[in-house]
């Protein structure tokens, strides 16, 4: 992996391929061995670059607490160090967040956006009830070995359907998460709520979910793309929140196909 260091934190990356550049942003609980599916299958059209956010993989963890603004201004400071173009950005569930924290400060940074699974922020997608919920639960997590609750996340990111290989490969991935990442999760996107940046985006954007998505369901995809000038919404069906890893072939081709669609 490569690295850069933003605002005296280390930051770890891998960079694939060749072409416009594809900047990826992983989820809650993972790293950027999520992206090893499109890393693979999208390295012939683009450089593809997948960070490890603060607290998450190889990158350092925060000294101290980060808000929502802090992140979004790390990522910029990484795009700024370590992409060479202005990029595409991809984020899948909470890197959507990231995405759109990132638009929010910095809206001249991207070219276009994938929101995968995404979240107008848990605030802004989700009854006031199941965000107490998931903020309360990933905060009795953190001192806790990932064992004892990865678990428990497995049966609400894929379908019943899903290659039990893949499924394992997530748990090992989340296994590694460490207290820093979940509490960068709630200290920056725990009660997050992007709606007012919604109706502001002007650049090409893909709402990409999958069908049986448990936890950002179609509801939350279609309230997005209604908020979203221009935007394109895409469903895979039969599979779940992961689902570039469930269904990376079809996955794969929809990012394509919108961001040639761009480039044409």
């Not at 995968?116 to 107490?132: N, Q, T």
């Not at 049986?212 to 979203?228: K, N, T, W, Y």
């Not at 990376?248 to 961001?259: G, M, S």
Request: proline letters at 8%; glycine letters at 10%; one cysteine or more.
């Amino acid at each position: 992996m490569e690295t850069v260091e933003v605002d005296g934190l280390r930051i770890a990356y891998e960079r694939v391929g060749q072409g416009p550049a594809l900047v990826l942003f992983h989820g809650a609980g993972e790293d950027s061995r999520i992206w090893r599916l499109q890393l693979e299958g999208l390295s012939n059209d683009f450089t593809v670059i997948a960070w490890d956010a603060p607290g998450c993989g190889r990158s350092g963890d925060p000294v101290s607490e980060m808000s929502a603004g802090d992140l979004g201004a790390i990522a910029a400071g990484f795009l700024r160090e370590a992409v060479p173009a202005k990029p595409h950005l991809q984020g899948l569930s909470w890197g959507s967040m990231v995405a759109l924290e990132l638009y929010r400060g910095y809206p001249g940074i991207p070219a276009s956006l994938v929101l995968a699974s995404a979240y107008a922020g848990w605030a802004g997608s989700l009854p006031p009830e199941e965000v107490e919920r998931r903020y309360a639960q990933v905060l009795a997590e953190i001192d806790q070995p990932p064992e004892k609750f990865v678990a428990e996340w497995l049966p609400t990111l894929f379908t019943d359907k899903a290659d039990p290989a893949v499924v394992d490969e997530v748990a090992r991935i989340m296994a590694d998460v460490r207290p820093a990442g979940l509490r960068l999760l709630l200290s920056a996107s725990g009660r997050s709520d992007y709606r007012p940046v919604l109706p502001t985006i002007t650049i090409p954007t893909l709402l990409l979910y999958g069908a049986d998505d448990q936890r950002s369901p179609l509801g939350v995809a279609r309230e997005l793309h209604r908020q979203i000038p221009g935007s394109r919404l895409s469903v895979i069906p039969d599979v779940g929140h992961v689902a570039q890893m469930e269904a990376p072939d079809a996955f794969n081709t929809e990012v394509r196909n919108f961001l040639h669609g761009i480039a044409a």
